[in-house]
């Protein structure tokens, strides 16, 4: 369930708490061989479903940048941030890839409200979103997500 926020203001109260989850979304060979394309990053590990058989994972896996690429459909389920003319992604602080993301893999987002602090118009959050696998004990994925809010 997303975690609804009425202003940017209300964000600093929260700092420090689990925001909530994304729903779950399957991982299929279609996704991957799409982002491939877009990336021009065809390695076997990701798009040869012959080959990774006989792999160090046993079958295909997702890119890194695509599980993190994923962060961006996930915020928005668990944070809804409303009274802004405009909300800015500014980036991430601190990325890692704990664990692979084979294909066929149900992943979704969780979010933590890291830290608020009030920038020249506005309020910036960092949110820590860590992709989890179903089924898995370690992440696929923790960001550090940068985001600004600007007042309506």
């Given amino acids: 369930m997303t975690r609804v926020f009425k ?19 399957e991982i299929d060979q279609n996704r991957i061989n ?21 792999g160090p994972f046993g079958k295909c896996i997702a890119h890194g940048y695509l599980t993190l690429s994923l962060v961006n ?9 409303q009274g802004i ?5 500014v980036g991430c602080e601190k990325i890692r890839f704990p664990s692979p993301v084979p294909v066929g893999s149900r992943v979704r987002g969780c979010g933590e409200l890291v830290s608020v602090e009030e920038v020249k118009g506005g309020v910036q959050s960092v949110v820590r979103v860590t992709v989890e696998i179903e089924g898995q004990d370690k992440p696929a994925c923790v960001a ?9």
Avoid at 9 to 21: H, N, P, T, V
Avoid at 35 to 52: C, K, L, M
Avoid at 144 to 152: E, L, N
Wanted: glycine letters at 6%.
């Fill in 34 to 54: 799409l982002f491939a394309d877009a990336t021009g990053d065809h390695q076997w590990i990701h798009v040869d479903p012959e080959r990774a058989k006989d």
């Fill in 73 to 81: 459909l996930f915020l928005p389920q668990i944070i809804d941030v």
């Fill in 144 to 152: 550090d997500t940068i985001s600004r809010y600007f007042p309506a």
């Fill in 85 to 89: 003319s405009m909300g800015v992604n």
């Fill in 7 to 25: 202003h940017p203001a209300d964000l600093k109260a929260a700092q420090g708490e689990q925001l909530g989850c994304s729903d779950w979304l």
